[in-house]
């Protein structure tokens, strides 16, 4: 059950940084436009702060969680 648990946050942690790497970058696309690719447009920057917010509460809920007999 440890090993699903790690697997899942572990999972969590990596939506958010990738949610928050993809949203930066889409930011600074919309600043400097070097890229015109469709998903690093305007749109897109909700999709990427979704992928943030539900990989840290993932992490958070598997993290935080508490256990039996506390």
């Known amino acids: 059950m440890e090993g699903?648990?790690?697997f899942f946050r572990f999972t969590g942690m990596g939506l958010f940084f990738m949610g928050?790497?993809?949203f930066v970058i889409t930011v600074?696309?919309?600043w400097l436009g070097f890229a015109?690719?469709?998903w690093l447009e305007g749109p897109f920057w909700r999709v990427y702060l979704f992928f943030a917010v539900?990989?840290?509460l993932m992490y958070i809920l598997?993290?935080?969680r508490r256990k039996k007999g506390d």
């Open 4 to 6: 699903v648990l790690n």
């Open 20 to 22: 928050m790497l993809l």
């Open 28 to 30: 600074l696309n919309n």
């Open 36 to 38: 015109s690719m469709d």
């Open 54 to 56: 539900s990989g840290i």
């Open 62 to 64: 598997i993290t935080f």
